[in-house]
């Protein structure tokens, strides 16, 4: 199997990939579209600021290539809410797979939400309910493509799904054995 994750320089990326060595898979970090294009499963983490990220994904044409991948897709965190259609983080328009609008945590609560956090299953056979470590300021709200929800100052989606483009607002790579089993369980599809 190929794995691929892409690399944008907005995150996580060695994280994940030391990650996914431990469950015995070699992901290679590319920016490449003939290999993102070849590869069974594509994995799209961030950190960062979704406008600079924009604009790197522009720049290297990633913009137009990643909405145009069948093969199943994965946005971690940043990578998430890149997958929807707009951001108030920087007023950003983002890829559009998702016809979500990315919020600002309300300022009534602790923002950034950083720590452990439970999510509950709507979908359990790829995405195990449990506990999750999150770092975010910005969130999905809840939806039709929701498929674990969290409560933070205000439910939000901690996981959605659209055809085969997955996002996980959490990080997997930093969630202990419940991250490690929806890893496997993505890269089983």
Known sequence: MKVVIIDYGA????SVQL????IGIHARLTDEADEIRAADKVIFPGVGHARS???VLRDK????LIPSLRQPVLGICLGMQLLCTQSEEGDTPCLGIFDEQVKLFPA???VPHMGWNTATASDAALFPAGWYYFVHSYYVPL?????LGCDYITGFAAAIHRD????????PEKSGKTGEVLLTNFLKL
């Open 11 to 14: 995150g996580n990326t060695r």
């Open 19 to 22: 990650t996914l060595e431990r």
């Open 53 to 55: 990220a924009m604009d």
């Open 61 to 64: 044409k990633l913009d137009t």
């Open 108 to 110: 009534s609560g602790k």
């Open 143 to 147: 939806s039709s493509y929701t498929v």
């Open 164 to 171: 085969n483009f997955y996002g996980v607002q959490f990080h």
